[in-house]
Nanobody, 124 residues
Framework: QVQLVESGGGLVQAGGSLRLSCAAS????????MGWFRQAVGKEREFVAT????????YYVDSVKGRFTISRDNAKKTVYLQMNSLQPEDTAIYYC?????????????????WGQGTQVTVSS
């Protein structure tokens, strides 16, 4: 079966950095676009970043542009989210999603598989 496992979350002070990883198994990773989404307490899941099948195209929500970088290593079947200059508003559970399409999407409904999430907490 398909599994996505996130890791790398934790507690960090404002201005700090974290690198999230999402390890995939049970799928042909290189034909899936991948995405990162987050959900804060009391809010709906929202788009953060996405990358196409090869890593050549990426897209970000405006609030993280210039601070976050999504990348992928198809040989390792892993997608990453490097988060710099973290702010308290970034606090959320971060989820990795897989879309059975070569091209990325910002819409949660278009992702077929999800990990269980990793908590990111940014303190002031």
């Amino acid at each position: 079966q398909v599994q996505l496992v996130e890791s790398g979350g934790g507690l960090v002070q404002a201005g700090g950095s974290l690198r999230l990883s999402c390890a995939a198994s049970g799928l042909t990773f290189s034909i899936y676009a991948m995405g990162w989404f987050r959900q804060a307490v009391g809010k709906e899941r929202e788009f953060v970043a996405t990358v196409n099948w090869s890593g050549s195209s990426t897209y970000y929500v405006d609030s993280v542009k210039g601070r976050f970088t999504i990348s992928r290593d198809n040989a390792k079947k892993t997608v990453y989210l490097q988060m710099n200059s973290l702010q308290p508003e970034d606090t959320a559970i971060y989820y990795c999603g897989a879309r059975k399409n070569l091209f990325y999407s910002t819409t949660p409904m278009e992702y077929e598989y999800w990990g269980q999430g990793t908590q990111v907490t940014v303190s002031s």
